[in-house]
């Protein structure tokens, strides 16, 4: 891509954007406001895909919007700065050749996160200059950019196992004149080498909080993941807080969307049964409770856990949960005090089940997470009492990764 990008003017663009998120309320702290109004999001994101194909069209077909091509250039301006997320990267290839226009096939394998998400995770973190910063994931940096404007040049690493996007990233980085470092290395990992650090970012989901991660963090310091389930549907955000004394409190709490999970990790789809249940709904039955809201967090965070193997198809007209595995499906609605299941997994029962045990343990919003329970096992739990909804996170082990 063309460097002569770096003498566009697009304070304004940057400035409708804070305006935007300002306005919405998610944008509060004045620290951060100052970082997005300086980072110049078209120096990290100097090409975008676009998806062309519909949903469930398979190879998928996309368009490349180079940035320094006339024709996709407004395209390409209003898509940096709109909340969308940033496709950058399919199936891992080198950045440096990409060819604008039509293509086919292959998956996204990174990506710039929404901007209210990275809002979010920032502001939870409660950056602030001189604080030492490590980014798991990075990717092409934006995040990262953003809290290092804040910490201040040389306190702000990130681990990036793609080599082509850390070498992509940290060229953009030095573009930009922020003084910070990302290494290739694996993530999981951290990077024990300039530990232990204030505050830990990660931009990937995990099923559970690699050691490393808490053994790198400084006393007074924070943590924040999003725990990958298998379900795409029902992310948890943690944050773990160690006090000056090292004692960690983690929280999870369940979000409407959270960072992808690391490569190898394979989500659950509905995809494939689309068709199939708008042709058969399944069998009609009277059900026991109402359908949960889409906010209900706390409940689908546990449903990801003690329901497992079921996502939710968020296309469908109506609440649609499916047990992609076996067969199974439970289609909610349209409000008539029924819902129609097909399979042998009963899925709504399952559901229905659980939302008593819910409301039993007091509808809880968040969860405890004990980090160190001395068995290696990291457990979560609603609260105290024998009505406490409780689960076990799977270990890193089940996780595959990937060849270099």
């Known amino acids: 891509m063309s460097p002569d990008l770096q003498i566009t003017d697009t304070s304004s663009l940057r400035a409708a954007m804070v305006d935007r998120l300002t306005s919405a309320g998610v944008l509060t702290d004045p620290q951060l406001r100052g970082a997005l109004l300086r980072v110049r999001r078209e120096v ?19 368009r ?38 039509p293509v086919t096939g292959g998956h996204m394998t990174s990506m710039s996160t929404y901007t209210p998400a990275t809002v979010e995770a920032l502001q939870g973190l409660g950056l602030a200059p001189g604080l030492r910063y490590l980014e798991l994931g ?15 040049p040389g306190l702000a690493t990130g681990v990036e196992r793609d080599a082509h996007m850390a070498a992509f990233a940290q060229r953009n980085l030095y573009r930009l004149s922020v003084g910070a470092a990302i290494v290739e290395g694996d993530a999981l990992d951290g990077y024990e080498a300039l530990a232990p650090y204030d505050r830990i970012h990660s931009g990937i989901g995990v099923p559970c909080v ?20 298998r379900t795409p549907s029902w992310p948890g955000q943690l944050l773990v807080i160690r006090s000056n004394r090292g004692r960690d409190e983690a929280v999870l709490c369940g979000r409407p969307r959270g960072y992808r999970p690391m490569r190898g990790y394979r ?27 889409d906010d209900a967090y706390g409940f689908w965070l546990a449903a990801a856990y003690l329901a497992a193997g079921l996502v939710r198809d968020f ?58 329970d001395g068995t290696g096992a990291q457990t979560v739990t609603s609260g105290p009492g024998p009505k406490a909804l409780t689960w076990t996170l799977p270990p890193l082990a089940t996780v595959p990764r990937p060849t270099p």
């Open 138 to 152: 990075p990717g092409p940096g934006v995040s990262f950019a953003l809290a290092a404007t804040i910490t201040g």
């Open 267 to 293: 989500w659950l789809s509905a995809l494939d049964h689309r068709a199939r249940i708008e042709a058969d709904p399944g069998t009609a039955r009277p059900t026991r409770i109402v359908p949960p809201p």
């Open 315 to 372: 296309q469908a007209g109506t609440l649609t949960i499916v047990a992609p595995e076996d067969d199974s499906w439970a289609v909610a609605g349209p409000g008539d005090g029924t819902v129609r299941v097909h399979g042998p997994r009963d899925v709504w029962a399952e559901l229905e089940h659980l939302h008593v045990r819910w409301e039993e343990a007091g509808r809880p919003d968040t969860y405890q997470v004990d980090l160190t």
């Open 44 to 62: 990290l994101l100097p090409h975008a895909y676009v998806r062309v194909s519909g949903p469930g069209t398979d190879p998928i077909d996309w």
């Open 64 to 101: 490349l919007l180079d940035g320094s091509h006339p024709e996709d250039r407004q395209e390409w301006l209003d898509l940096i700065h709109s909340d969308e997320s940033i496709l950058l990267q399919r199936d891992g290839e080198p950045l440096d050749t990409l060819a604008r226009g």
């Open 210 to 229: 690699p050691p490393a991660w808490v053994e790198q963090l400084a006393p007074g310091g924070r943590l924040l993941s999003t725990l990958a389930t």
